[in-house]
């Protein structure tokens, strides 16, 4: 059992910059791969960024190439998403998510594949 808990969102400018986090409990935290995954109603949750369970891969959805980076400190139990250039279209609930798999079996980037998931927090970036 791992319980993830977001936090950094909020609201900001098209433009500005959000750093959010997700600290996780336990004592497994390395043996987990990390995902960011983001929601608005009526839509499908939508792949963001993933990194690997020492950290030394990481993926990124097409939308946010370039400007989200995914990073995690396993001293710390906390993955972090750093959003800059942050455009409307970024708005959404972003949630946390721990897969047990690594690459060998998934994808990272499908929802289906996370094991545990966060509250979510929500990122509204105004024009």
């Known amino acids: 059992q791992v319980q993830l808990v977001e936090s950094g969102g909020g609201l900001v400018q098209a433009g500005g910059s959000l750093r959010l986090s997700c600290a996780a409990s336990g004592r497994t935290f390395r043996s987990y791969a990390m995902g960011w995954f983001r929601q608005v109603p009526g839509k499908v949750r939508e792949f963001v960024a993933a990194i690997s369970k020492s950290g030394g891969s990481t993926y990124s959805g097409d939308p946010v190439k370039g400007r989200f980076t995914i990073s995690r400190d396993n001293a710390k139990n906390t993955v972090y998403l750093q959003m800059n250039s942050l455009k409307p279209e970024d708005t959404a609930r972003y949630y946390c998510?721990?897969?047990?798999?690594?690459?060998?079996?998934?994808?990272?980037?499908?929802?289906?594949?996370?094991?545990?998931w966060g509250q979510g927090t929500q990122v509204t970036v105004s024009s």
């Open positions: 998510a721990a897969a047990r798999f690594g690459t060998d079996y998934v994808t990272l980037r499908e929802s289906y594949e996370y094991d545990f």
